[in-house]
DNA sequence: TTGTATGCGTTATCAC
DNA sequence: GTGATAACGCATACAA
């Protein structure tokens, strides 16, 4: 379908603060301070407002962040938008916003090179500030960036020794609880569907388990820990492999949602009844898991608080830089008891 | 030159072009046309590279976007950031990013005040097109600045009358094919949960259920036609009335994803059987829905195409500024079948 | 092809 | 407080 436009877009040149200025009779130093809230004589203000009313003046950020040095651009790099990064995003997008400013996202899907890509491209747009899941590949171009000068946040995944705030959640205290809880339920031969023990998340997660049955004197047996690599088809896979064993686990921890969605379809794939063969804890919580049947039993991170103290650690030291104290915001997770563990029988 | 305070960081003022240019002995303008891509002198080229790598320079993009009116931004406003926006959003940034651009995004939660405010931070940022689903409440304004020459692309909801691109999915063949579906497994008393029908994808999906009927020369009993709102709790809410009808509909359409969720929720709290008593089939697909007991039949949506066609569309017209065309890419859906719509016993 | 000079719209720095 | 003016870093005519 082709329509044809509009011929009449009078695409005239905005008016600049120069022209507001004129308008107002003013100088431009004056609208500035107007434009960044310094007090201004009245009647100024009044001829001020009116002008830029009348010549629908629309302050260009370009060149304001040229000369100010600030964007008002959060760059965020994730590895991908799984169902936690949108309602992450839900909450950040807003909780940036009170300060005045915006995301600017990038996915870089566990590609070193877009990593690197983003990285530069961040660098480019002059970003205020970097909320990023650490990633060891791109270790030395953060301690770059952030050398000069840049703030960052930590999420997920930690990159020990970067001198950066970090938001993270109790996740060792959280999947030990969550294995404790299969503990409680009679279970001994549990498994952890485990995500990349490279990341701070993937091994904490996993040494919340170990802790766990350590707590109870059980100890790890290899096989029952199996990298499912964060993914759907690697909890999927890790899942079918520990049908296999001689003895299959009664129990599977799985750390995270894309793992747990794997797992279930593998499950019901082989005719597996959860929790009636086998129960099912899951890092992660989505409002679907409430409606599956069993309920997913699932430890659910505050992505809000999270959110929140993103925006918060990165309002504070913008507006203070103190280049020598990092923050570091642990939250606590919840566990949702459902249905899909129980009682071994 | 004024120095920062504080020795020890070393936070140097950032190279320049014109740093490059003097390092590689030659002229600024030569330093600026390799950056762009324009052929150099041979010789030059290698020094210029060793200059940048030396300096550890990284352009200025505000700098040049001041100059070419070119940010390499493109806004994204959204309602909220659901699983349809989560997936759109992970495929839409690997497109953006292929032209060398990055999302800038805005969430706005309905809130009319909101849009308005995320508007005017789009082109305060001199963004080089937005992305948005249609809103009634900002029409003028998003006029104005299509005025203003800022290509715009419409999803979701269409605002009619303004000469922007579309990016649709064929909502009224597709809610058609649903329900007549249900329609072919026997039933005759079928509801629609439906969307806002003030939004163009609400009207169509409602309008797609009414052809359905239609041609089976069934006529639609508003008693059957609920409004869900497009929310969780909008369709939890619309089942319930449903289900407290004298003669309760035997099997339900939902408009889309959050809907059915909320949906299934009141259908297990009623003890409703599903597809026993009442059958279902969702807008919308999520991969939980194939995990489901049971699984969820549903409407496809190809957001990955949607992506594409949305980067398309930004860089043809970019790249060719003033096409007087405006163009409606319209996009086929999948339906699946699964378990939860069976025949009328 | 290369070098020079100018301007983009804003903020910062002065005197006043 | 206000007004005039110098940067900010880059792109681009224009002359060479």
Redesign the interface.
């Known amino acids: 379908?082709?329509?044809?436009?509009?011929?009449d877009?009078?695409?005239r040149r905005?008016a600049t603060i120069l022209d507001v200025a004129k308008t107002a009779n003013v100088a431009v130093g004056t609208v500035s301070r107007y434009l960044n809230g310094y007090t201004i004589r009245r009647g100024n203000r009044e001829q001020i407002e009116a002008a830029i009313e009348a010549l629908?003046y629309?302050?260009?950020?370009?060149?304001a962040?040229?000369k100010s040095e600030l964007?008002h651009?959060v760059g965020l790099l994730v590895p991908?938008?799984?169902?936690f990064?949108?309602?992450l995003?839900?909450h950040l997008?807003?909780a940036i916003?009170r300060d005045g400013r915006?995301?600017?996202?990038?996915?870089h899907?566990a590609d070193p090179k877009?990593m690197r890509?983003a990285l530069?491209?961040f660098?480019?747009?002059?970003i205020d500030a970097l909320i990023m899941a650490g990633a060891e590949e791109v270790y030395d171009r953060v301690d770059?960036l952030i050398?000069?000068?840049l703030p960052v946040v930590f999420y997920n995944n930690d990159l020990k020794g970067l001198p950066a705030d970090r938001v993270f959640v109790e996740n060792r205290k959280a999947s030990q609880r969550a294995v404790r809880h299969l503990l409680d339920l009679g279970h001994r031969r549990i498994a952890i569907l485990s995500g990349d023990q490279h990341d701070s998340s993937g091994l904490e997660r996993y040494l919340g388990y170990v802790d766990a049955l350590g707590e109870r004197g059980i100890p790890v047996d290899p096989q029952y820990v199996v990298q499912g690599g964060w993914t759907?088809l690697g909890g999927a896979d890790g899942v079918k492999r520990l049908l296999e064993l001689e003895e299959p686990p009664t129990a599977i921890f799985s750390a995270n949602y894309p793992m747990t969605?794997g797992a279930?379809?593998c499950l019901?794939e082989q005719g597996r009844k959860v929790p009636g063969e086998i129960s099912l804890v899951s890092f992660d919580d989505?409002?679907?898991f409430?409606?599956?049947?069993p309920g997913i039993t699932a430890v659910a991170q505050p992505v809000e608080g999270i959110a929140e103290a993103m925006a918060n650690v990165i309002a504070a030291r913008l507006a203070r830089p103190d280049?020598r104290a990092s923050r570091a915001i642990i939250l606590d997770c919840d566990i949702i008891l459902r249905g899909s563990a129980r009682p071994l029988a």
């Open positions: 379908m082709i329509e044809e436009l509009g011929g877009a009078a695409k905005p629908n629309k302050r260009n950020a370009v060149a962040a040229m964007s651009l991908t938008f799984d169902e990064h949108g309602v995003l839900e997008s807003r916003r915006a995301l600017l996202i990038y996915c899907g877009i890509e530069d491209y660098a480019t747009q002059r770059e050398g000069s000068g759907m969605v279930l379809r019901k989505v409002p679907l409430g409606l599956h049947e280049p």
